[in-house]
């Protein structure tokens, strides 16, 4: 008889790992584990080997980074997408592409069934599942976790202390971590109740504000049409410019956030966040369109943003609707070009100064000193003209 194969879309936290032995206790022969790098906390080489300490008959990795700069994080900087004003968004990011890669995975292989370790709750599983049926309808999803009798982290912890499973979590240090090259979630645990503070043990990429630099750091940032390409007058790729502004900006405590977010599936959660290349790279990019764009299309990607920020938050990155978004973004950084110098100090992000060849700032137009070109006399019959739909008298 054939053996019951199944592609389980593994990160070797608490939930993939305690879903092998318990897939193979649940009607499967095999458990083929896919791992997706994306920088996450864990090493290929340790996912392996706890892989396959686990039950698991083969751990495929597959070092994708590149490929999530360039397809994902590269356009979403472009659009500066935000999240309910304070998540950037690094794993929903990661979600589509970890599915585009399960499903040619289990093509591949030849297997007809996927699984992931998303709880019912989550957005996770609907970005994976969403995804994965567009790609490739006919395969099936098995999310044990939606009907597993593990029904908490301090049960699934139990469960793994029984199996021997090898995890590196205690019900002390119960919380869920997500990490990729844009940033790292932190939620569950103490974070749940309202009423307690950010906890010391939840910072991974920031330092605590306490624990920063008295003196400040500078970096500047050379974009090239929207796209950050040199750090410090170095020219890098993203990935490395994205990896040096993670180390220095996280020293200085910049990019961490504590929100109520709305879920996909109607609750409301606690999160903490740590995004420091990526607040870094926004704001400067925010930046130097102000400069280069005109009023009219930097109001429009502010609503384009929100709506897209939306999309990729919601699982639907593979849509027209998001590559229609995505086009017009493009058009807007034809001229986002040029150095933008930012200040790190004590969580601020503050920009002291400027180039770009594409300026559309007039000095002669704006100053108030010497050399001053402005028509001061227009004014009167511009604000007769540009007030004359609101006078009711
Ligand atoms: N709430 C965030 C989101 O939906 C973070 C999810 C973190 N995922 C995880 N498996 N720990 O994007």
Redesign the pocket.
Known sequence: MNKKKIILAYSGGLDTTCAIPWLKDNGYDEVICFSANLGSEFSPEDLERRGIQTGASKVIVKDLREELARDYLIPGLKANLIYENKYL?A??YGRPLIAKYLVECAHAEGVNTVGHGCSAK???QVRLDVTVKMLDPALKIVAPLRYWELSSRESEIEYAEKKKLPIKLSKEKIY???KNIWGI?V?CGALEDLGNATPEDSYVMCRRIEDTPDEPDYVSIEFLKGVPVALNGKKMSFLEITENLNEIAGKHGIGRTDMI?DRIVGIK?R?IYEAPAGWTLIHAHKDLESIVLDRETLAFKEIVALKYSQILYQGLWYTRLRESLAAFVEKTQEKVTGIVTVKLFKGNLIVTSRQTPYSMYKMNLATYGDGDEYIRENAEAFIDLYAMPFLEK
């Open positions: 968004l794993t929903a989550g957005n996770d869920s971590i997500d979630a939620e977010e959660s999160e």
